[in-house]
Nanobody
Framework: VQLQASGGGLVQAGGSLSLSCRAS????????QGWFRQSPGKEREFVAA???????FYSNSVKGRFTISRDNTKNTMYLQMNSLKTEDTAIYFC????????????????WGQGTQVTVSS
């Protein structure tokens, strides 16, 4: 099983980026999938997720700006990030198959390698 994250880059504040996370080896439609991010010196934090039943969840810091989606035919999850702020700068990770809580990194079994998002002022 492998998760491949891509789409990061450098963007000015107020701009947009779209991240992708392609899964191979199995599907995670009913297992939950999520996006997390980590800045230097900080703990990995929850960004957005699909729950077991397909409901979507967002952190308060990105609600209204970010949108999580997925294409089950491509086994790929996306994160559309709009109105980016400098504080959104981080390495973004995709994750799949959580055991209990969608917003807890330690509950996830599978992780992608991370993609850097840098938002300049």
């Amino acid at each position: 099983v492998q998760l491949q994250a891509s789409g990061g880059g450098l963007v000015q504040a107020g701009g947009s980026l779209s991240l992708s996370c392609r899964a191979s080896g199995r599907t995670f439609i009913n297992s939950g999938q999520g996006w997390f991010r980590q800045s230097p010196g900080k703990e990995r934090e929850f960004v957005a997720a699909f729950g077991w039943g397909g409901s979507t969840f967002y952190s308060n810091s990105v609600k209204g700006r970010f949108t999580i989606s997925r294409d089950n035919t491509k086994n790929t999850m996306y994160l559309q990030m709009n109105s980016l702020k400098t504080e959104d700068t981080a390495i973004y990770f995709c994750a799949a198959a959580y055991s209990r809580t969608y917003d807890r990194p330690t509950d996830y079994t599978y992780w992608g390698q991370g993609t850097q998002v840098t938002v300049s002022s």
